[in-house]
T-cell receptor
């Protein structure tokens, strides 16, 4: 079945440093979504990418969808303590369901 | 105020006991989902439903059961057949349409602990 892997699994950064998480699918995706889960909370939708090579920005967050539509990345510029949490990518995972990636847990050291 | 509610927030299960987790949404969404999250892990799909009175098994359905008698409600029962039920359970909903392209809205979750 489809697998969606994310790297790294964990990342500790000093506040102000940049952060990137990568999402890789074993199959081509029609679209990819990104979610953020704060510690003790539930996942919250951030963005969806649909087009090959698409790049979208949300303030300090930059999302990219690969040309082959099998990988994606999330880059945060100048991290803040409010960025702490686990970031998940998600893509269509077969008949009418979604497969979530393994997640990257971000810790920001003040 | 629209959203998804889950209850209880914490639930304790004894050996051999069935427990039911509640999930209600007032977003008028057709599709609803149940996920299980283990510590430090991603989300694994248990069951999902695209329409009332219909549901499909996800990737880890064994030991769980669901019903979808009303559009707003999608309760999950953790049966005694589920040998390792301790986890964080998340319910989500989305519009119908092309599932996988619709945004999923999550409830606050239920933490299930086995005594």
């Amino acid at each position: 079945g489809q697998q969606v892997m994310q790297i790294p699994q964990y990342q500790h950064v000093q506040e102000g440093e940049d952060f990137t998480t990568y999402c890789n699918s074993s199959t081509t995706l029609s679209n990819i979504q990104w979610y953020k889960q704060r510690p003790g909370g539930h996942p919250v939708f951030l963005i969806q990418l649909v087009k090959s090579g698409e790049v979208k920005k949300q303030k300090r967050l930059t999302f990219q969808f690969g040309e082959a539509k099998k990988n994606s990345s999330l880059h945060i510029t100048a991290t803040q303590t409010t960025d702490v949490g686990t970031y998940f990518c998600a893509g269509p995972g077969g008949y009418q369901k979604v497969t979530f990636g393994t997640g990257t847990k971000l810790q920001v050291i003040p | 105020d629209g959203g998804i509610t889950q209850s209880p927030k914490y639930l304790f299960r004894k050996e051999g006991q069935n427990v039911t987790l509640s999930c209600e949404q007032n977003l008028n969404h057709d599709a609803m989902y149940w996920y299980r999250q283990d510590p430090g892990q991603g989300l694994r799909l248990i069951y999902y439903s695209q329409i009332v009175n219909d549901f499909q098994k996800g990737d880890i359905a064994e030991g769980y059961s669901v019903s979808r008698e009303k559009k707003e409600s999608f309760p999950l029962t953790v049966t005694s057949a589920q040998k390792n039920p301790t986890a964080f359970y998340l319910c989500a909903s989305s519009r119908q349409g092309n599932i996988g392209k619709e945004t999923q809205y999550f409830g606050p979750g239920t933490r299930l602990l086995v005594l």
